[in-house]
């Protein structure tokens, strides 16, 4: 390392662009390009579906054929070419691994870097991981301690093979193939996801967390999940993305839906970081997913997301609060940076009695984004004495980016209290002489009035991904000083 | 023109004439253009997100039937001030005009047009339909000594009205828009308005719209603002079965303050829709909206406001806010508050609430004697005030608490 010059070391750092962002050499086993029926009914004979999901994904399809990629949102893209994608790509070794020693070293590696090291996660934080990389799941732990107490976690693809009655039950109830454009999309091609139900009365003892990857080139990943928490139960749902840095534009199209029954919580966390581009905004992700959660009486579902991925986000999780007495939550955290655009934000659905909602939004905008909240407060005529509190601020790092705020708010009850309140502005000069005065860089001091500014949300997090999540911030803001 | 009726737009101006104004060819032609193969949007449209046009599609309108000129007189509010009638085709200009104001009729003194900057079909519309109007100028360092009214009744057909008024540098003015229709009639206008505010003029417009069940009221204001301005459209609309206002200013001068206001007092199956935009283009400006209303029985209120600012408009000052109180199970209130932001240096907020009166406040009052009824109509009239503050003229504001009180039976 004698000969490692300064000029070399500044090379180094110039390419690190994204942290994380290489390809993992394994074999996939990948369709042909484009879409059709017949590589539907190919994807499902692949995964060994019975009829009904077939004609699920069959009529989704034809649902999607009807219609047209929405275009209300705030963001410009190249629209991708759903006949150019790969619908389906699984790693090759089909057979599962009966311990931790048989998994492919190479995939160990990849986990090491991601900083999810298996072994660490086993040993330190108690935290089970259903890792996805591209669209077959392959190694899942602690499933036996979660059986014990009656909890099912697992791939979608075996909670479809195992417990196909609960999939059947449930899966798009609450978003139905004909809610939008990518939903019906992930309806009919769809490839993995996960799979968790916790039995009536159970509060899940731990945080139960699903790390997707995209990998092979040229695939989309069209994930499904599947949340059912029956009467009474508790559970805290993770989820978090990183992925290899790619030339092309990737597609990943989501569908997650939760469903809380009579008395039962879902806390469902999200750190996303896919690929955002490079700095001339050239690549990156496409997330366009769909999240919704429905409440039944007394039910609670938080959604808090920390987004600072992807090149264009479109992401609204939502709340039904059809049960009396329900509650929804969203806390969010946006930062866009270089040409990254975001369009994201929540629904709060309002049917029952005594529904309660809070929305918190903080948007941060770097470089030369779009970041822009969108929102749905709808209070119905039978949601007597509904309450919403929505806050939404924005926060502007230099003058050629954008913030911007769509707020809906429809109100049909008047014992209904609604609240919104948004603010644009940037980053305090005061705060950040303060910080300066006392010997603290520029830099570190925006990451630490950032961080305060995103705290609300943060302290929504569960621990481990708290601490995560700043990290992601310090690093997604660095060099953004306008 | 040729036209071949295929749908319920084409057929609502059959019988219309084109208008006589000498209207630039471009501003005609993107008219037309924009027309080209519409119907009434729908409610998928984002703009008509909240309002069903299937009324106005399918009215009947009553016959044009002209009010005698002391009918006519008799629907003033302002005892002293430059008054302009406008009845359907007909407009009266008022004499005696001090120097430094003019009123023309708009068809004989063409004024300068700003560039075509509707939203909807309607403004297109009126750029083809436009009959009448009026222009005035109000000259340079002139201060009016008293306001200038204009009366504007429909008593039935379909009308388009477009409004010019040219204030000059250091001027200073108070223009009162009273539009208001006959009872047993059905009618529908349309009324563009255009304001040229030149640097350092003081403009303030109250716009009080009164009209009957049965008239749709339609209003668009497109305002262009010069530096150190102060420009104020405050809206009051007391009544009329089917209100949209469409406001857009544009701050294009440094240091310029802009005020857009509303009151909306709701009731029946009352429709009323403000629909706002200010466009920042510049540094240094502040702007404040203050929207407020009741709704009662089965009315719909529909608030949508946004704040543009755009690049170079830095350090912008602008403020929103929308509440809204519902009084029956019925009624329904649409919000929509937005910012579109691409400036850093900015200070720019909103706030919407929809809620009901504070139970606390009103036990207060409860406490004191008050019955009921008193202390809720205290409490609206209290809510509702922060508006009516902006109405500088008391014989103004008598009126529209005298109507509101009518109406809503709150004694004021």
Known sequence: MSNYTENELAKDLENQEYKFGFVTDIESDTVP???????????????????????????????????????????RYQKPDFQGISYYSAPKQTKKYESWDDVDPEMKET????????????????????????????????KEKLSELGIIFCSFSDAVQEHPALVQKYMGTVVPSTDNFYAAL?????????????????????????????????????????????????????????????????????????????DAEIKYSTVQNWYPGDKEGKGGVFNFVTKRGICENNAKISWTQVETGSAVTWKYPSCILKGDHSVGEFYSVAVTNNHQQADTGTKMVHLGKNTKSTIISKGISAGKSQNSYRGLVQIHKGAHNARNFSQCDSLLMTDECGAHTFPYIECKNPSAKIEHEATTSKIGEDQLFYCMQRGISEEKAISLIVNGYCKEVLNQLPMEFAVEAQKLLAISLEGSVG | METIVSNKLQQFVVGLDPT??????????????????????????????????????????????????????????????????INNKQIILPADLPSGLQIKLNTEEPDTFHEASFYDVFGALNILYAQNGISIRVAKNCTLDKPIQII??????????RHHFNFGENAEAAVFIVTKSTTDSNSFAHTHFQYDIAQSARIKVY???????????????????????????NTLTLDGSFVRNDTMVAVQGEHAQTYLNGAYW??????????????????????????????????????????????????????????????????????????????????CSHGSTTGQLDENALFYLRARGLSAATAKTLLLQAFMEDVLTYVKHDEALAYVHQRIAERFDWNY
């Open chain 2, 266 to 347: 709701l009731k029946e199956e009352q429709h009323v829709a403000n629909y706002t935009t200010i466009d920042h283009q510049v540094a240094n400006c502040e702007s404040f909206e203050t929207y407020k209303g009741v709704a009662g029985d089965k009315a719909t209120a529909v608030f949508n406001g946004k704040v543009f600012v755009r690049k170079d408009a830095q350090k912008t000052n602008a403020y929103q806010s929308n509440a809204n109180v519902l009084l029956s199970d019925s009624a329904s209130v649409n919000s929509k508050p937005e910012l579109e932001i691409y400036a850093d240096d900015v200070k």
């Open chain 1, 111 to 142: 986990m090491k870097k991601l900083g999810i090291s298996m072994e660490e996660q086993q040993r330190l934080t108690g935290v089970a991981v259903d890792f996805v990389m591209d669209s077959v799941s392959v190694a899942t732990s602690f």
């Open chain 2, 207 to 233: 716009k009080i719209q009164d009209c009957c069940a049965g008239h749709f009221d339609f209003h668009e204001d497109r305002a262009k603002q010069n530096a150190t301005s102060h420009f104020e459209i």
């Open chain 1, 33 to 75: 390009v484009g879409l059709d029926e017949g590589i539907i009914r190919l994807i499902s004979s692949k995964k060994n579906e019975p009829q009904w999901l077939l004609d699920y994904r069959l009529k989704a399809y034809a649902i999607w054929q009807e219609m047209t990629e929405p275009e209300w949102a705030h963001v």
């Open chain 2, 152 to 161: 504007q009744v429909n008593s039935g057909g379909k009308y388009f009205y």
């Open chain 2, 20 to 85: 006589q104004m000498s209207m630039p060819h471009a501003l005609q032609l993107t008219a037309q253009n924009h027309l080209l193969a519409q119907d009434f949007p729908t409610t998928k449209s984002e703009r008509f997100k909240y309002t069903r046009l299937a009324k106005l599609a399918n009215a009947q309108m009553s016959n044009s039937l002209l009010l005698e000129k002391a009918q006519l007189s008799q629907q003033k509010i302002l005892t002293d001030a430059y008054t302009v009638y």
């Open chain 1, 186 to 262: 992930n309806g009919a091609v769809f490839t993995d996801g996960s799979f968790c139900y916790i039995p009536k009365g159970v509060r899940c003892p731990m945080e139960l967390s699903t790390y997707f990857r995209i990998n092979a080139g040229g695939t989309g990943q069209f994930e499904r999940t599947l949340v059912v928490a029956d009467e009474g139960a508790y559970v805290s749902y993770l989820e978090g993305c990183t992925a290899p840095q790619r030339d092309e534009n990737q597609l990943h199209a989501a569908v997650v839906e939760l469903i809380a029954l009579q």
